[in-house]
């Protein structure tokens, strides 16, 4: 599980786990996918707002860097590997 007490490397292979299109951002759909393991009462409207709150540079998507904030910024619930690896790539 990841959680605010995670390993670097934890957070790397979930955060290139979340990143699909291997771009080295997660932008909304990507976490749109995962937002339920993350946020569970959590809804498309609020993806952006997730995003900003955590978007350091302001390009509406999040490096790795910021998702490692989002995670020990302990934003809810911890993540739990086995809905991670189902995610299906767009």
Not at 24 to 33: M, N, P, R, S, T
Not at 40 to 55: E, G, M, N
Not at 56 to 76: A, C, S, V
């Amino acid at each position: 599980m990841l959680g605010p007490d995670s390993s670097d490397d934890d957070i790397r292979e979930a955060f290139h786990m979340i990143d699909a299109d291997g771009s080295g951002q997660i932008d909304v759909y990507e976490l749109a996918k995962v937002i339920p393991a993350i946020l569970p009462d959590a809804t498309l409207d609020t993806l952006p707002t997730i995003i900003r709150r955590y978007d350091k540079n302001y390009d509406n998507q999040l490096n790795l860097r910021e998702f490692t904030q989002l995670i020990r910024g302990g934003i809810g619930r911890d993540i739990v590997y086995r809905d991670i690896y189902t995610i299906q790539p767009y």
